[in-house]
């Protein structure tokens, strides 16, 4: 019996070193984390644009790009716009939906451009730029957008004012107690009536 319980033990005690040796020998790794869709885009921007670069004529290095290369780059994008922009001559200027198509531009939308540079923006000073130099936060990138804005808002009909919220409705409130104390009440008065009749 001493020869059975020593063996039992012995095992015991070994299965127990074995499993401290495996649980030490390999860490739990938490799970990767996958980039949300907005690191992505920021990413595939930041490329793009710096791509925008290497192929400028002279190449440009991002130390040497300034807020004119970004207006450069923003109205190079035009040209793969999705969003029809009426000219001024054009007879459904002011226009939302138009009843037949007309042969002004497609271009950038201003929505996406001002999400475009506030990714670009961001990117930059991950990217170890100084905020104080962003080329993408440059007075003339903002003064650009804003007529960006209000030219396509014309140009298309569309007010890009910001919705005001509704107040919210109030939810009704407790009864006080002066109604609870009366609705018993009632109920005996209308309880007793059912019972006479």
């Given at each position: ?84 922009i009426h000219n001024n001559a054009c007879p459904f200027?002011g226009l939302p939906n138009p009843p037949v198509p ?63 919220k509704r107040p919210k409705q109030k939810v009704p ?25």
């Open positions: 019996m001493d020869l059975v319980s020593s063996s039992t033990i012995a095992t015991t005690a070994t299965n127990k070193n074995s499993s401290d040796i495996i649980t030490n020998a390999t860490p739990i790794l938490p799970p990767p984390t996958t980039p949300s869709r907005y690191e992505n885009q920021k990413r595939r921007d930041w490329n793009t644009f710096c791509q925008y670069l290497r192929n400028h004529r002279p190449p440009l290095s991002l130390s040497m790009c300034s807020g004119v290369h970004v207006l450069e780059f923003l109205r190079y994008l035009d040209q793969f716009g999705k969003t029809k200027f007309c042969p002004c531009p497609l271009r950038q939308a201003w929505g996406s451009l001002d999400a475009l540079i506030g990714r670009l923006r961001a990117a930059y000073e991950e990217h170890g730029g100084m905020p104080e130099v962003n080329p993408f936060g440059a007075r003339a990138v903002r003064i650009y957008l804003r007529e960006v804005r209000d030219f396509q808002a014309k140009s298309r009909g569309v007010s890009y004012e910001k919705k005001r409130a407790a009864p006080s107690a002066q109604q609870s104390s009366s609705a018993p009440a009632l109920v005996a008065d209308a309880t007793a009536a059912k019972h006479t009749m």
